[in-house]
């Protein structure tokens, strides 16, 4: 008889990305190790370090075919422009030989009594030729078609409106490649490490921008963000984790005036990510904090945006940055040699937090303290008041039986007296 046998249930552990595995299995590095293994999720010049792999649906591309042309590097953009160009004088050339060919003009070209659908086409060369001169309306004057063709006047028609839409999308797509404010971001020059250092009794995460040009930035702003892989208390592992970093978006000091250069602030608060850090855990800690300004070109109105990022180690604790903002004689001067400059501070090595809870216990008053040191020295407030009130009661008792004994003597004496 065949009887059931319970088999044990087996639990499969979810498969944790490279990078937690790794994690999980890292054994402590010195810091030149660290500083090679670290990868940057945004380069110094602003380029994102992510390369978008397995795409399957490569038609979207060709959905918005004015974008793709727009994002080509040069050598393509260049290559599309003069193949659609050359395609269409081809592709016409070919539609006029055809013409002339099925009207029999190549065979009357002596004939002087033989109208022509072009006058002067003997081949395709020519054809080739004047559907260059038509599509780009240049006329010489020497080709020309006749009255007494009917479907070359429709062709001229088709290619004199479709030549006109190739010229409107390629030269469009030239100008938006050329005037596009990539470069623009250049002269937007980040500092090369930000510090924490004490501003105004707080934490504060500071680095330093500057534009290098004359025109403006118009509506400039400033962002940033912490990126950092953390695990879940459910064990998800989520990997590039963005983390906004306020940089004065409720107070509106995110919005800037860029004409010299400026210090951006963060204060290290119970909101701020970097709440806990402290600059021993900073130097052991594997993060990249990103930031991005956005603004108008002024003189041509398009929307720019410049990008960097500082990882771990290009974050100085307890440093400040030189000023490089002096007076002149009837003007500022800005000097861009100690743009990246820094010095050392005092700062204390603690996290914000901890400065926080050090500050409060210093503006305690006196009894909160008083009482606080007799419970750390494990003595109870009770059984300090004990003995004293005990003596303050048995004086209490005396001399309320001291009082009711004279008012009993006075009381006899009075009715000693009646009698």
Avoid at 24 to 38: G, I
Avoid at 151 to 174: H, K, R, T
């Amino acid at each position: 008889m065949e009887q059931d046998v319970e088999s044990p249930a087996i639990i499969k552990k979810p498969k944790l990305p490279k990078q937690a595995r790794e994690e999980d299995a890292a054994q402590p590095l010195s810091e030149k190790e660290r500083a090679k293994r670290v990868q940057r999720y945004v380069q110094k010049d602003g380029k994102c370090n992510v390369h978008h792999g397995n795409v399957r649906e490569k038609y979207r591309y060709l959905t918005d075919l004015f974008t793709t042309l727009v994002d080509l590097k040069w050598r393509f953009n260049l290559f599309v422009f003069v193949l659609v160009y050359t395609v269409t004088w081809l592709f016409f050339g070919f539609m006029w030989w055809l013409i002339a060919y099925l009207r029999g003009d190549l065979e009357h070209l002596s004939d002087n009594k033989w109208t022509p659908c072009v006058d002067n086409l003997n081949g395709f060369v020519s054809a080739f030729l004047f559907s260059i001169e038509t599509e780009t309306t240049i006329g010489y004057g020497y080709r020309v078609i006749t009255d007494k063709c009917p479907e070359g006047i429709l062709l001229l028609l088709i290619q004199s409106v479709l030549g006109s839409i190739v010229n409107a999308f390629m030269v469009g797509c030239m100008f938006v490649k050329i005037s596009q404010p990539k470069k623009r971001a250049e002269t937007l020059v980040f500092s090369t490490n930000a510090v924490i250092s004490i501003r105004d009794g707080r934490l504060c995460l500071m680095f330093r921008v500057g534009d290098l040009r004359n025109s403006h930035i118009v509506e400039a702003s400033i962002r940033a963000k912490l990126i950092k892989s953390k695990q879940t208390k459910e064990g998800e592992f989520i990997p590039l984790n963005q983390t906004d970093i306020n940089v004065g978006y409720n107070t509106g000091d995110d919005r800037l005036f860029l004409v010299s250069p400026l210090i951006i602030c963060h204060e290290i608060n119970q909101s701020s990510p970097f709440w806990e850090v402290s600059q021993a855990h900073l130097t052991r800690d594997e993060l990249e904090v990103v930031v991005i300004l956005e603004g108008m070109v002024e003189a041509t109105g398009m929307t720019c945006q410049a990008r960097s990022s500082y990882v771990s180690r290009e974050i100085k604790w307890g440093h400040r940055f030189t000023p490089v903002l002096t007076l002149e004689d009837g003007f500022y001067e800005v000097d861009y040699n100690s743009f990246h400059d820094i010095y050392e501070t005092n700062t204390p090595a603690c996290s914000a937090k901890d400065l926080a809870d050090m500050t409060n216990r210093s503006r305690l008053p006196l009894t909160w303290s008083l009482a606080s040191k007799l419970s750390q020295q494990g003595l109870p407030e009770s059984e300090r008041e004990g003995p004293e009130t005990e003596t303050e009661t048995g004086l209490d008792d005396q001399g309320k039986s001291q009082q009711t004994e004279r008012n009993g003597d006075v009381a006899n004496i009075e009715s000693e007296s009646k009698v």
